[in-house]
C-alpha cells in the first residue's frame, strides 16, 4: 500500500445535542455517536477524495472505539497504526449549538484513549514515504505526550523530504491561548501550508484583523496561508498574492467537519500540483458538501460529488 496522506491525533465519538440551543448543563436529548475527532475526520476525506491515507491514533478496546475503526476501514483509511487500548476508554466529545452559530464542547480526551498515543507508534518505516504529513492543533492541546508524538512524527516526515499541512483547530475550552501558540510553534516554523479560521488566525498572531493575521502568519514560516472564512468561502496568502475564492452557496445543517475536510481538500489538491486558486476552489466545494448532514462525518463528500458542485 502507497500510503500519500498520514494524520496523527485524536480518535472519538461526538454525541450531540438534538436540538439548537440546548445548553450541555441542563438534561434532554442527544443524539450519536458519531465518529469523530479533527485527524480522523481529514484522513477520512482525504481517503473518499481518492488519495491513500493513513492515521496515527488510540481508541480504547469498546463499541465507540469499533464504530470509529469500522467506519474509517470502510472509507478506505488505513488503521494498521491505531492502538486499541484495553486499560482505556474511547474519547467522547458532546456538543451543543447555539442559534448565533456558536458551540460548546464538553471532552473526554486526555483521561481516555485518545490521549494516550505512545510514542512507539510513531513508526520511522511507517511515515518515510508519505508526502504530506497532517497535524491540527487540538491533538497539541490534549497533553503533553501527544505533543511529543506530533513533533517526532514532524520531524520524520520532514527529514524524509515530506511536507507538513498544519490546522491549528484551537480549542481555548483546552489550553490558554498563550499555552496555544507556544505548542503549536515548533509545526508552524515547519509547515508547508497552515489552514486557520478566522478566529485561529487572530489568536496566534494577537492581530484583531484576519487578513494582517494571515500576512503575519506567512513570517512564522508557513510558505502558504489559506483562510477559512465559514459560509464566505476561503484566501489564500503567499508572499506575493492574496487569492479571494468565493464558496458554494449550501444549506448548512452541521457545520462542525468542514474544516477538516476542506483541509483534505487543500492536501489533495496540492499533491495534484493544482495552482493555488484551483485548490482553494476544490477544498471549497469539500467543504460546502460537507454541511449538509448532521455528524462531523456523515457528510464527508467522495471525488464524484465534488466533481459534481464543481461542474454545477
Ligand atoms: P471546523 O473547525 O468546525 O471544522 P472551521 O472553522 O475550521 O470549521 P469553516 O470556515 O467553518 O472551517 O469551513 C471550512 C470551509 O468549508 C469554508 O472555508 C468553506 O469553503 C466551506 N464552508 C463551511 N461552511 C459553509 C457554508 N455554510 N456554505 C458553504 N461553504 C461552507
Ligand atoms: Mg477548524
Not at 90 to 111: E, N
Not at 250 to 260: H, L, N, S
Request: contains cysteine; proline residues 5%; glycine residues 10%.
Amino acid at each position: 500500500m502507497n500510503i500519500e496522506v498520514v494524520s496523527v491525533g485524536e480518535l472519538l465519538v461526538e454525541v450531540m445535542r438534538e436540538k439548537v440551543g440546548q445548553p450541555l448543563d441542563t438534561p434532554g436529548t442527544f443524539v450519536g455517536p458519531f465518529a469523530s475527532g479533527a485527524p480522523a475526520i481529514f484522513a477520512d476525506a482525504v481517503a473518499k477524495l481518492g488519495v491513500q491515507s493513513g492515521i496515527i491514533g488510540s481508541v480504547g478496546k469498546d463499541d465507540f472505539g469499533k464504530l470509529i475503526l469500522e467506519r474509517l476501514n470502510q472509507d478506505g483509511v488505513d488503521i494498521t497504526h491505531v492502538s486499541s487500548l484495553k486499560d482505556y476508554t474511547t474519547g467522547v466529545a458532546f456538543v451543543t449549538y447555539f442559534s448565533d452559530g456558536s458551540r460548546k464542547f464538553i471532552y473526554h480526551l486526555p483521561q481516555a484513549a485518545s490521549g494516550k498515543i505512545s510514542l512507539d507508534q510513531i513508526d520511522k518505516s511507517y511515515l518515510s514515504g508519505v508526502k504530506y504529513l497532517h497535524i491540527m492543533g487540538s491533538s497539541l492541546s490534549i497533553n503533553e505526550q501527544c505533543q511529543k508524538v506530533c513533533y517526532k512524527a514532524v520531524e520524520i516526515v520532514k527529514n524524509s523530504g515530506g511536507k507538513i499541512s498544519f490546522d491549528p483547530n484551537l480549542r481555548p475550552e483546552l489550553l490558554s491561548v498563550e499555552k496555544i501558540r507556544q505548542i503549536c510553534q515548533p509545526v508552524l516554523s515547519s509547515c508547508e501550508v497552515i489552514l486557520p479560521s478566522e478566529d485561529e488566525a487572530k489568536m496566534l498572531t494577537g492581530n484583531k484583523d484576519s487578513l494582517t493575521a494571515c500576512k503575519e502568519l506567512l513570517n512564522f514560516g508557513p510558505k502558504i496561508v489559506i483562510l477559512k472564512c465559514g459560509a464566505r468561502g476561503s484566501v489564500v496568502f503567499t508572499p506575493n498574492e492574496k487569492i479571494e475564492v468565493p464558496s458554494f452557496k449550501v444549506k448548512e445543517v452541521d457545520p462542525t467537519g468542514a474544516g477538516d475536510c476542506f483541509d483534505a481538500g487543500v492536501v489533495v489538491g496540492m499533491l495534484r500540483g493544482w495552482d493555488l486558486r484551483r485548490v482553494a476552489k476544490f477544498a471549497n466545494a469539500v467543504g460546502a458538501l460537507t454541511v449538509g448532514k448532521k455528524g462531523p462525518m456523515e457528510g464527508t463528500p467522495n471525488l464524484d460529488q465534488v466533481n459534481h458542485l464543481l461542474a454545477g
